[in-house]
Each structure stands twice: as C-alpha cells, then as structure tokens.
C-alpha cells in the first residue's frame, strides 16, 4: 500500500515518529510501525472510528 501525503502532513508524521523514538530510547521508530498502530487503534476504538468517519466525510464533500 501507498499513499500520497501533503508535506506537512509527512513533515508532522516524521516530527512524531521522531520524537516517539526519542521517548523510547531508540535511534529510530519507522513511519510504518506509527501506522500500523493506528489503523490497530480505528479498527478497536469506535469511538476514533466515528472522529474519522466525520473527518473523511468532511474531506470528500470538498
């Protein structure tokens, strides 16, 4: 899977994995692995998965 990100976007991605890796003590934390938990966290958090809802909706009516 891919995805096109906007730069800032990509830029706020690297901000955190970064600074993720800074809190664990670790050189680096890869972009996949802070997706993966995502996607783990909006498959068990219904709550998450209606914030999403409404954001994608959001998106698409523009």
Avoid: C, F, W
Avoid at 30 to 47: G, K, M
């Amino acid at each position: 899977m891919t995805t096109d990100l906007a730069p800032q976007s990509y830029r706020g991605l690297l901000a955190y994995s970064a600074g993720l890796a800074e809190d664990l003590g670790r050189a680096k934390v890869p972009h996949v692995e802070v997706i993966r938990a995502l996607i783990a966290e909006l498959n068990a958090n219904p709550a998450l998965q209606e914030t999403i809802g409404k954001a994608v909706r959001t998106q698409l009516s523009k």
